[in-house]
DNA sequence: CCTTAAGCGAGACGGTACGTCGTGTCTTGGC
DNA sequence: GCCAAGACACGACGTACCGTCTCGCTTAAGG
């Protein structure tokens, strides 16, 4: 079994790992995903390819660090990162306010190529969609959870819903849209989802 | 400019169309759809690789062509294609009964390879993705919106509720845990999907 | 066992051989032997590296290939090629004559590049060596000793003489002197090694 | 004109020296010289890289080097290096005696493949080609030159004869052979050489 | 004795070339 | 004129070494 010797990260070039990050986001911006190449970053990152091979596995790779590490740098740029979503007392209100600053952020071209990249290599690559879904689905998803359990403190919720279901209902279908472009993304559209989850369908 | 010549479809070879469907499938069943490549389902289908490039503009469009092919033959040798859901007059009931249908079958393996590489690689191509929604997505939708204005015509679903919005209540979560991996794919989940759906997260 | 398998050599494209040839005796003239590869060949004969690795295995052997192929047009262009040497009855003079043209030809800078370059190469890769021993150096040598047996039967030559060995008392000298420029290469260092392998060192 | 700084030689470690004269021995003789790298060196020596650049410029000067010093061991381990060819007054004899363990040596494989790699090199690097030659080959030529000259004062080779070139008629025939394997390396065939080149090719 | 500056082992770095694989086009010969 | 076969130009892959560049760590000399 020949162990394939794992290289001294405490020696690893801080600004090379920048570099990449930046050329992997510029070019799956300008020319899209699959035209993006290990060797396209490296030569726009000024870098050697075995640079890139010495510490990630595949460009898929360097992308989801890269796009992790965009959002925490976008977050703390961006003030506090709210580790909670807001609690006015009126979830449906509090839904859609949050659920209105997602639809402008689906519309923001710099995360839509990187994100629907690393969706669809997610889907095919298991270890790659778990480490996204872990990276950035679940921390959000947990907020909503947090949120729901709130209300349902406050009697706002039935007691026996589950939580981690429950946000499915109008989480899953805006990113469903989204994604597979099955639909037009509005404000509109998330306060429907919004009202329809909580009262249901079936008349009252 | 040079109009690319368009070949002449009534010579064209049905049994090289099949040959190509079959292999394209069992590849990408077989290694996975990224490492089926065109000239890989050429030598196993017994086929020049001019034949697939002569009527197919990618690996993409000959697994959807076949994957679709494959969905019509499995219904019709399952007997008669349902040009509709059921409809006993008890809404939760038959979609219950449908999910649970749909559960099993996103467990069979034959499907689960093709139509998930499908879906991703619609996810970034979005002439394949139109046509992947439209070919497979679109028709499903369909039934289930039927099926929901047949319900608001019973008064068991609000009038007011927009049925295409409905649908992917309890559709899209299954849908994204299953392309996306994030839960367990059971009866009980879908069941619980419908319950929310119909009646609401709020206490009545 | 994985053969590999054989290309089918009635398809082959002439051009792209000739180029592949002109570019490798080119570079090697240009840039010298370490710096040439097989990279830079395929760019400068417009060629794919594919078509290089597909016909010949390595640089060496392209070039070896290329020379050969020269120095069979260069013959073939400079009239008829001589298959024996002259043979004037002067034994002393007709080597002479001819070793001055060697002289000549170890001058010219077109055969010097390639020339040293698979020289070297076959010092150190045995099959290479063969072949340009065989190829090149073999039919020069049997020309040699079909003019010493000659000689032997004019009595110019004693008989116990093996002519293979003898020949080798001016060539080898000339042929060491140019390749590893231990000395001068005139018409007077080839006429004196007449000389002294004719009627040899010791006085008469 | 930044000059490069030159090295303190008298800080130099003679143990990293040896170590890499070994490795690089070692390796040419085990993997061949095309396959012997610096990085390899340096790992078998187990010394940094930079100690091998420091101190060197290129495989080849190291292994010239390692060469050369392994002569030199041998020699004085050998018992007294002979600074001058045997002299019984004999020519004929003396020559054969030095030119059969000279075939003895080229016999050696701890020899051979330094050797061969080392002339390969110096066929194409002008540089290393001479100090190949000043290092090695002109020490011994200088003296066989002695021998002969002294033959010439006993009257045992014509006066007119230039001994530096006399020489090469039984030497390069013995070089040749060996490099490029144009025939087998015998007592014989060195015998044969030193006859024919004292009493020439033509009838007495 | 203690600094201090060199050589040193180690190995990350920007590069170049390797030899292989797959793409989509083109050509040949068979039907 | 479609087809099987496969050569071709091209481009990217992931690997191997190159020669340079830091890192800490001995390890003498010289103050």
Redesign the interface.
């Known amino acids: 079994m020949a162990e394939k010797p794992v290289p001294d990260a405490s020696r690893r070039s801080e600004a090379s790992r920048r570099a990449i990050h930046d050329a992997a986001l510029a070019l799956v911006a300008e020319v ?3 035209r993006t190449t290990v060797e396209g970053i490296a030569a726009r990152a000024g870098v050697g390819k075995q640079t890139i091979y010495r510490w990630w596995s595949s460009k898929a790779d360097v992308l989801l660090e890269a796009f992790l590490d965009l959002g925490e740098r976008a977050a703390r740029e961006a003030g506090q990162r709210p580790d909670a979503l807001p609690d006015t007392g009126d979830l449906a209100a509090d839904l859609k306010l949050v659920l209105r600053a997602t639809v402008d952020e689906l519309h923001d071209p710099r995360f839509e190529a990187p994100a ?2 690393l ?6 690559n ?1 270890r790659l ?2 480490e ?2 872990a990276g950035l ?1 679940e921390p959000q998803l947990g907020l909503y959870a947090r949120r ?1 359990r709130s209300a349902q403190e406050a ?4 007691p026996d ?2 939580p ?3 946000l ?2 109008f989480l ?2 805006l ?3 989204w ?5 037009p993304i509005t404000y509109a ?1 998330t306060d ?2 919004v009202d ?9």
């Open positions: 899209g995903y699959p629907r990249a969706a669809a290599e997610g889907l095919v298991p969609g778990a996204f879904v689905l729901l009697g706002a919720v039935r819903v589950d981690r279901i429950a499915e209902l899953s279908p990113a469903q849209r994604l597979q472009r099955t639909g559209y429907t989802l329809y989850a909580l009262h249901g369908l079936a008349p009252r």
